[in-house]
């Protein structure tokens, strides 16, 4: 709502608020894309993974672009207006003089020397660095140096007549944009280029805040650039991911303390522990996105912390023997099978992925299960260590004071942050039957439980034979069936 009115280019294929006006205007969209050897029609909801999602994705109903990627139909299409003569690429910038200076006192000296006769000069080089005093009086507001003329009574470098120095001092973007190198070598002294410099750098991660980061990033950038070239550094780029994270709200409104809508988390961590609170922020949103505060969600990371405590609990009272996978019924396999399928999405979740609240919500569906075992049955019990002992590893990064004790318990040797991440048996993820849906023109009708290895003939007939789908196909004439492999089978009928 905040960009234009209605459409706002026409193009229903590529664009999401052109395609919702479509949709509600019944309008005629063109499929343009789709994925790579997905021979289903369009859609409205497949239309939404396809433009979410553009790898895999190729040009169709295009003329001579068809069966382009996303930057290969970009190239072309671009080379074709400029053949024409009829559009250019080019790079828009949006920047603005930077205000380095800044009048306090503690900060990095703006290294200049005013002369009436000869203007502004640099500090010559064999004068570097410049170095603030440290013996200064704070009267007022304002920097002390400026009414020290020790400081800042100085020579010009160009006619040797009397000169004043800056007593301005630098942007603190200007010190912090270059840190992390010299971090990275503060054992030597004469320089900062050497071996340690270029095993750190560029930095791996870098995290952010959403009114901080774009700024200090350009910033960054062009310092690293300069040390590049100034043979300081020998990467180009200083940061190699960034995760932006989002602020907290209270009321829908940004914490702040001028608004009086700060929440103490001394006070929660004196209620509830510090685990509960890292577990709620982390859980409550993605880290990108703003987090609403809220109590109850507060109390909600609490009670879970709680069950996952009464589960290893129960599982000490009943000690687990050693896990046979071979005498596993289907009800244990499907248990072992969600445990290893946790541990790799909340492994893809923290490393590739960074949605902490999806993988702990995960780890919540994982507790879930466990809490359905029956501590009776022996090879349950041994399914249910194995699930615990994975989930205090998983939450270990997120609640690190509960995961060390509960590892304790559960036979864990030495530190749990020490520990080795739980590692994905593969074999566990094997399936013996998949779900998959039915669709009668798009529209999801059905879900049926097939073989594996269920022949494409044999899945459109189970597909036809669904109740709810004969009853949608009454008075129509099939079309066309189309398998996707493990996913659905789509039918086309009018």
């Known amino acids: 709502m905040s960009y234009g009115s209605g459409a706002v280019m026409s193009v229903p294929g590529h664009d999401e608020r052109d395609h919702e006006f479509a949709c509600k205007y019944r309008l005629p969209i063109v499929q343009v894309i789709a994925r790579s050897g997905d021979e289903s029609p369009y859609d409205s909801a497949r239309w939404q993974d396809w433009y979410a999602d ?13 069966g382009l990627d996303f930057s290969g139909a970009f190239n072309a299409i671009a080379d074709r207006l400029e053949a024409q003569g009829k559009g250019e690429r080019t790079t828009n910038y949006r920047l603005r003089d930077w205000g380095v200076s800044r009048q306090r006192y503690w900060g990095a000296p703006i290294p200049i020397i005013n002369c009436d006769s000869c203007g502004t000069l640099p500090v010559p080089a064999q004068d570097l660095p410049v170095v603030l005093p440290t013996e200064v009086a704070f009267e007022g507001v304002g920097s002390p140096i400026k009414k020290m003329p020790e400081f800042y009574a100085t020579t010009c470098p160009g006619c040797g007549g009397p000169a004043t120095r800056e007593t ?149 009272e009943f000690p687990a023997p050693e896990l046979d996978v071979a005498a596993l019924d289907a009800r244990q396999k499907t248990l072992r099978r969600k445990t290893h399928e946790t541990i790799a999405k909340v492994g893809d979740d923290f490393g590739r992925r960074q949605t902490f609240n999806t993988a702990i919500a995960a780890v919540m569906e994982l507790c879930n299960e466990v809490g359905k075992l029956d501590e009776d ?19 270990c990064p997120i609640v690190p004071h509960i995961s060390h004790h509960l590892w304790q318990l ?37 879900q049926m439980t097939v073989a594996v290895d269920t022949a494409k003939p044999a899945l459109e007939a189970l597909a036809l034979q669904q109740p709810n789908v004969a009853r949608f196909l009454e008075g129509v004439t099939v079309r066309k069936v189309i398998v996707v492999p493990g996913k659905l089978v789509n039918i086309v009928a009018n």
Request: glycine share 6%; proline share 3%.
């Open 410 to 446: 559960l036979g864990g040797s030495g530190d749990v942050m020490h520990a080795p991440w739980p590692a994905t048996d593969e074999s566990a993820l094997e399936r013996d039957t998949i779900d998959m849906a039915v669709q009668v023109n798009g529209k999801v009708r059905a």
């Open 168 to 316: 301005d001092t630098f942007d603190t973007f200007m010190e912090s944009s270059w840190y992390y190198a010299r971090y990275a070598c503060a054992r030597n002294d004469n320089a900062m280029l050497d071996d340690e410099a270029d095993y750190w750098a560029p930095v791996d991660q870098y995290v952010g805040g959403i009114e901080h980061a774009i700024l200090h990033l350009l910033y960054a950038r062009f310092f690293h650039k300069l040390m590049r070239d100034e043979g300081l550094v020998h990467s180009d780029e200083p940061f190699t991911r960034l995760l932006t994270q989002g602020m907290v709200l209270k009321d829908g409104s940004k914490m702040s303390k001028s608004k009086g809508n700060t929440v103490d988390p001394q006070s929660l961590i004196d209620s509830y522990g510090a685990d509960t609170v890292r577990l709620f922020s982390m859980f409550a949103a993605p880290p990108e996105q703003s987090l609403e505060w809220s109590d109850s969600g507060v109390e909600g990371a609490n009670r879970f912390l709680k069950r996952l405590w009464k589960l290893v609990a129960r599982q000490l």
């Open 377 to 395: 049955k022996a090879q349950d019990r041994a399914l249910a260590h194995e699930a615990l002992r994975a989930v205090v590893l998983m939450l």
């Open 54 to 66: 553009k790898s895999g994705i190729v040009s169709v109903n295009s003329g001579e672009f068809d």
